[in-house]
């Protein structure tokens, strides 16, 4: 069995938002309202994640070029985003191809029960971190506090969900198939199944339901042993630049699973032009 290589420890946890004040409030008043602006957000990484296939660190975006995540409901910034240009992509699916090498990877050779063991470490900090995250998207997206804690705390549920059908997978590979389509197999003939991952997957997600909507795409990819590319909604993506950093903490080799922000007519682009579409 060929495993994942070790990583270099990972970075330093990103200061996440403090609830303060509003943490106060009686918990009718803080579910049924959207969040109030946060103070400042210090987001330790904000661009490319494992845009070099040999340490996995997160690196910055080739341009200079920024965005800013506002507070729908007050209008303030959130966080300034450095913008994934194409030149970014190019760099992610380069690092994606490495680390995928034509199917030979470390990654792609694992199991799926192997593979879902890293991806439900990414759950379990996704569910570690579900009140934080959930003020923060509460923030970015403008909706109420209740709604967001249910989406972040879905997207762990979801998550193990895929991660058992990794052993159904293994269970159901090379499993012999009925040649004719009565259900029996004619004399001479062996036929099986084999699902194998399809390579490299560009992942692009909504502003609605941000961390949930991104990791039900992230989660049965990287099963599935593909390598995957996440572009977030640049309307609300604080939380999905988080899954870069718990992938990093599962122990996920470089190259397998990046994220870039930007927007439709940079980032998205050139990832539908590079990658399989999802």
């Not at 920024?66 to 190019?90: C, N, Y």
């Not at 990414?122 to 003020?135: F, K, P, R, S």
Request: hydrophobic content about 40%; proline content about 9%.
């Amino acid at each position: 069995t060929v495993r994942s290589p070790q990583l270099p420890p990972p970075p330093p946890a990103p200061a996440l938002l403090h609830p303060g004040p509003w943490a106060a409030l009686p918990a009718s008043a803080r579910d049924s309202a959207p969040a109030p602006a946060p103070g400042p957000l210090r987001l330790a990484h904000t661009a490319v994640r494992a845009c070099d296939a040999d340490d996995g660190e997160y690196k910055k975006p080739l341009g200079g070029d920024t965005f800013d995540s506002i507070h729908p409901a007050t209008e303030e910034k959130l966080h300034s985003f450095a913008r994934g240009m194409k030149e970014d992509v190019d760099a992610a699916v380069e690092a994606a191809q490495a680390a995928w090498a034509n199917g030979t990877g470390a990654w792609a050779q694992m199991s799926a029960t192997e593979r879902a063991g890293y991806v439900r470490k990414m759950c379990d900090g996704i569910e570690a971190n579900a009140e934080m995250l959930a003020h923060i998207e509460a923030a970015d997206t403008g909706k109420t506090y209740a709604d967001a804690f249910g989406g972040i705390n879905g997207a762990a549920d979801e998550g193990r969900h895929w991660c058992d059908l990794g052993a159904v997978l293994d269970a159901e590979q090379d499993l012999p198939q009925p040649t004719n389509i009565d259900g029996s197999s004619a004399d001479g003939f062996r036929v099986v199944m084999r699902r194998d991952p399809i390579g490299i997957v560009g992942l692009i997600s909504a502003w609605n339901y941000p961390l949930n909507v991104a990791f039900r795409k992230v989660a049965p990819a990287l099963v599935a042993g593909n390598c995957a590319i996440l572009k977030p909604s640049e309307l609300a993506g604080l939380t999905c630049m988080y899954l870069g950093q718990l992938a990093s903490e599962a122990g996920i080799p470089p190259g397998v699973f990046s994220v870039i922000p930007g927007g439709a007519h940079n980032a998205s682009s050139r990832l539908r032009a590079c990658c399989c579409k999802h």
